[in-house]
C-alpha cells in the first residue's frame, strides 16, 4: 500500500489509502492529466445513483411519455419530487440566484464558467466538469484553452491569475481566507465584482455537492459537444440524420498529454515524490473550546470586507420578505446588493425553517460545518440557534468531536454533512449507504440539499469577513 506524506490532523481521516474501483469504501479517485480526465467525464455516464428510487408509477409513466425524461421524470427530478418538501425549490444554497437584468452584473458569462470548472476541478465533480466543458467550447474557447486552466496560467491576464487562484483557494480551503485575499482581488477588480465572483462560486460549490452527494450520472448524451472532435458546434449547423455519438473521449494536443493538474488537490507519494490518484481533503485539527471562544469574540468586533447595503434600504428591497421587527442580519444586507438578494435571502430562511430534518438537527449541521470551515460568522450564527433550542455550551462544543451521546442514525448524518461540506468526493458511496439504512431517503436527501446550503453560507459570510451579530 501506498504510503501519504505527513498529513494534518482533522479531516487528514478523509485520505483514501488507495483507489479501489469496486470498494464502496474509497472515493472515486483524481484524474492527473487531461486524458485521465475525460475517461472519468465518460465513465461518469455509467454512474450508479446513490438515492433508491421506487418503481415508476402509471401515473408518473404517464407524465414521462408526455413531457420526456427532462419533463420530471429523470433521477434527480424524481428524487426532488419523492423526497424533498411540497414545494420546495432548490436553489443551491445562497449562491444560487436570479437571472434578471442586474445593473451590478458585470462580470461575463464566460470568465464565471471559467471559474466554475475551477471550482469543480478542486471539488473532482466530474459530473460538473463536463458540463462546464461544454459551455467553456460553445463560448468559443478551444480545447486547448480549456486544458490550459487546469494550471498552466502563463497566458491569462494578472486579473484571471488572481480570480482563478481564489477560486481554487475559496472552494477548498475556506479556513485560510483572509483580508489579503481580498486585498489581492481589489488590484484587479471592484468590491462588487468580487462579492458577484463570490456568491456565483458559492453557488458552484453547492450545485457540486448535490451532484456528488446524490451520486448523480451524467447525461448519456454528454460529451463532445455536438461535434466529432469536440470543436464548438458551428452556427445554424444542421442536425445529422444519424445522431452522433456524444463522448468526452476527444483528442487532446500533445502540449497537454501528459501535463499534471496544478488546480485539483494531490497527495504525494512519499517513496517515490509522484502524484496520486488519491483523494483527501485536508483541514487542521478543531480548536479547543477556550481559543474558539476568543476566536468568535474577535470575528464580533471584526468590519466586513464586503460592503452591505445600509438597513433602513435593504428593508426596502425586501418588503415582507423579512419581518419589520425582526433585526436585519449583516448577510442579508450582503446579499441584496443584487436585484437576486430578495430571492436570495428567501431562499436562506426556507432552508433553514422548513423540510422534515428537525430545526435541531439543523442546526447542529451548522455548527460541525462551519466550525470545520472556520466560517466564523456562520459559527456564531449556529451557536445562537442551538441555544434558542435549548442547548447548551457543553452540548454545543461536544458537536466538535464527542457525538457518543447522538445515536447512530444522527452520527451517520453527521457524517454524511461533515464529508460533503468539507470537499464532495470523499464522501463515499459507503457513507451514502449506512445513513440510508439508519434514516431513510427522506433525510438523506434534504440532508445533502441543507449541506449545499450550508457550504455556500459558510463561504460568502466569511469571504465577505462579516461580523457576528449580538
Not at 78 to 96: E, H, N, T
Not at 190 to 212: F, H, P, T, V
Not at 272 to 298: D, F, G, V, Y
Request: glycine letters at 8%; proline letters at 7%; a positive charge.
Amino acid at each position: 500500500m501506498r504510503k501519504l506524506s505527513m498529513i494534518a490532523a482533522g479531516l487528514a481521516a478523509f485520505a483514501s489509502p488507495a483507489f479501489a474501483a469496486d470498494d464502496p469504501t474509497v472515493p472515486r479517485p483524481i484524474p492527473l492529466t487531461r486524458p485521465d480526465m475525460k475517461v472519468l467525464l465518460e465513465d461518469m455516464k455509467a454512474r450508479k445513483p446513490r438515492i433508491p428510487l421506487p418503481e415508476l408509477t402509471a401515473e408518473e409513466k404517464a407524465k414521462i411519455g408526455e413531457r420526456g425524461e427532462r419533463g420530471g421524470g429523470g433521477y434527480e427530478g424524481r428524487i426532488r419530487a419523492l423526497y424533498m418538501p411540497a414545494g420546495s425549490s432548490q436553489s443551491f444554497g445562497m449562491g444560487g440566484g436570479g437571472r434578471e437584468a442586474d445593473p451590478n452584473i458585470s462580470l461575463d458569462y464566460k470568465f464565471k464558467t471559467q471559474l466554475f470548472w475551477i471550482v469543480s476541478r478542486t471539488n473532482n465533480c466530474q459530473y460538473c466538469l463536463g458540463h462546464q466543458e461544454s459551455k467553456l467550447l460553445g463560448a468559443g474557447m478551444t480545447e486547448d484553452e480549456i486544458a490550459a486552466l487546469d494550471g498552466d496560467w502563463s497566458e491569462h491576464s494578472p486579473a484571471q491569475k488572481a480570480a482563478y487562484a481564489f477560486a481554487r483557494k475559496f472552494t477548498y480551503e475556506p479556513h485560510k481566507l483572509s483580508d489579503a485575499d481580498i486585498d489581492e482581488l481589489r488590484k484587479h477588480y471592484k468590491d462588487l465584482q468580487i462579492l458577484e465572483m463570490i456568491l456565483s462560486m458559492a453557488g458552484n460549490n453547492s450545485i457540486n455537492r448535490w451532484k456528488e452527494g446524490a451520486g448523480v450520472p451524467q447525461s448519456a448524451s454528454g460529451g463532445g459537444f455536438r461535434s466529432k472532435d469536440g470543436a464548438p458546434p458551428k452556427e445554424k449547423e444542421p442536425e445529422p440524420a444519424t445522431p452522433r455519438k456524444q463522448t468526452y473521449l476527444t483528442p487532446t494536443s500533445e502540449a497537454f498529454k501528459s501535463k499534471v493538474t496544478k488546480v485539483a488537490p494531490l497527495q504525494i507519494n512519499e517513496k517515490t515524490n509522484q502524484p496520486t490518484q488519491m483523494t483527501a481533503c485536508i483541514r487542521p485539527a478543531l480548536e479547543p473550546r477556550a481559543e474558539t471562544e476568543k476566536l468568535l469574540a474577535a470575528a464580533a468586533a471584526r468590519t466586513p470586507r464586503l460592503p452591505l447595503v445600509e438597513e433602513a434600504k435593504a428593508r426596502e428591497i425586501l418588503g415582507e420578505t423579512w419581518p419589520a421587527k425582526t433585526p436585519l442580519p449583516q448577510w442579508v444586507r450582503l446579499v441584496v446588493n443584487f436585484n437576486s438578494g430578495k430571492g436570495r435571502v428567501a431562499s436562506e430562511r426556507s432552508a433553514v425553517e422548513k423540510g422534515d430534518l428537525t430545526l435541531l438537527l439543523k442546526a447542529q449541521v451548522s455548527w460541525i460545518i462551519a466550525r470545520q470551515d472556520r466560517a466564523w460568522y456562520a459559527t456564531g450564527e449556529a451557536q445562537k440557534r442551538l441555544k434558542a433550542l435549548g442547548q447548551t455550551d457543553d452540548q454545543i462544543f461536544a458537536l466538535d468531536g464527542d457525538w457518543s451521546k447522538a445515536t447512530p442514525a444522527e452520527q451517520s448524518l453527521y457524517t454524511l454533512a461533515r464529508k460533503l461540506a468539507a470537499s464532495p468526493v470523499v464522501l463515499t458511496d459507503a457513507d451514502v449507504e449506512k445513513a440510508l439504512k439508519l434514516t431513510g431517503p427522506k433525510e438523506v436527501v434534504q440532508l445533502i440539499s441543507y449541506t449545499t446550503n450550508r457550504a455556500s453560507f459558510d463561504r460568502i459570510t466569511e469571504a465577505a469577513g462579516l461580523a457576528i451579530e449580538k
